[in-house]
Structures are given as C-alpha cells and as structure tokens.
DNA sequence: CATAATACCTTGACTGTCATAGTAGTATGT
DNA sequence: ACATACTACTATGACAGTCAAGGTATTATG
C-alpha cells in the first residue's frame, strides 16, 4: 500500500479548481498553476502536468476556451477563458463538492 | 468529458470507509457492502468490486486481517479484522481528509 | 555566458473504480 | 418440483486522472 498522496485526495477537484480560477477572469496555464501552489501553502502538491490535461480536458468538453496572448516580449501566453456552460459546470460540481463532505463526515463520524 | 460519478468523488476514500467500520467491530465483506449503500441512501453508489479491491489491498498491507466464520448453513463468511496499524491508518485517513476539507473549500470559496 | 525563470507541451506508467462475469449455497413462491 | 431471488465470495480487463520524466523556446540575471 501507498502513502497517501494529496493525489488521491483531490483528484476529481482539479476541474473545479481551475474552474473556480478562471470564473474570476481569464487566466494562462503557468500562472494558475502558480497561483494554486501558492494558495496550498505547501500543504499539497498540484503538478503542472495534472493542470495541462485539466486544461485540455475541459477545452474538449466546452467548459473554457483558449486564445494566444499578444506578448511582445516574454514567452508566449496561452489564455483561457470560461464558457457558460463552465460556469454551470462549477456550480454543478460546487453542489456535488458540499454533498461529497456531507455524506462522507457522516459516514466516518460514528 | 464524462458525467460526474460518485467515483470521482469518493475516490480515495474507500479504504477509509472500509476502515471506519471495522474499527467498530469485525465484519465480512457483503455485509460492510450493504452497510455502506444503506447509510449512502441511494446518493451515491460504492461496487462491490470496488470494496473487494479494498479489501485486499488494506489486508495485503497489513491494515486488516481475514478468517473465515464457522457457520453451519448459509454461504460461508469471510471476516476481516482492524490491526493496530489499520487504526493508526484509520485516525491518520481521517486527518488528511479534514485537512483537504479546510483546503479545497478555502480554494473554492473566494 | 552560463544559469534560472518563464511558458508551453507530450508520453508512458501507475492506481482506484467498475462493468462484467463467474461459482456455489439457501430461501421463497407457485 | 422448479424457477427465481438472495446471500457471499472472487477474477479480469477497461478506463480515467495524476504524475514522473522529458522536451522546446524565450527572456532575465549575475
């Protein structure tokens, strides 16, 4: 058996993270990374690699969109930005996010 | 991108469920199924495949033990039994999923 | 001029879950 | 007597999300 990896706790949150990033405005792939290590204080890990097919999961599915950003200088930025069906998207898993706590304290309280 | 099933959700925490239950007494697998799918109350769904690949994996690392019941009539029964170290998984499961609580929702709030 | 940082991306391995299938005994209704 | 449902356990193969490892290219820094 495994040690325990902040993996096996947030995965199927990824999406809503991300999500939850880009509701409040666009956003590119590196720094939302960055942005989420910071808020996890070290506490768990999110690698790069998990967002990028995060991000390309959620583009096939139609939940954000991408455009290139018009850098003139420094690297090239790819943006991506939340669709309506996105924002339903969140709000679903939100919903499922505070029923998941709900049933699972309750099974592990007594 | 696929419907959100309860596996996304519970992902992960099978093994504790599992845990959690044993730790209040010995118990053989098909009634900890039914245990668990009663006290879900239809919300979410948990395979018996699911629990039997739990089974073993927490008795392959030690986490529980398994014998076989002495009844006379009905199918035979196997039960599985908590070690010490499977309650020290058990208290330290229950801690990492508190943690990821406090975590996810202060990402998923703001 | 080497090194670090920014910024993107791909591939293959691993793990937990489940659909599906199977074995075998017991209880129930007609 | 016979079919059906239930109890009880198990194995196999597919699938999806995560990550380790590696890569490309540009810009900033000492």
């Given at each position: ?15 809503t ?76 898993n ?17």
């Open positions: 058996m495994e040690v325990r990896t902040s993996a096996d706790l947030f995965r199927g949150h990824t999406d993270v991300v999500l939850s990033i880009l509701v409040k405005g666009d956003n590119y792939g590196y720094e939302i990374h960055r942005d989420i290590i910071e808020r996890l204080h070290g506490k768990y890990e999110l690698k790069e690699a998990t967002l990028y097919s995060s991000y390309k999961r959620l583009e096939a599915g139609g939940y954000i969109t991408s455009y290139w950003g018009d850098e003139t200088l420094g690297s090239r930025r790819k943006y991506y930005s939340i669709t309506e069906s996105g924002v339903e998207l969140l709000r679903q939100k919903n499922d996010w505070k029923q998941t706590q709900l049933v699972l304290n309750k099974l592990l309280e007594d």
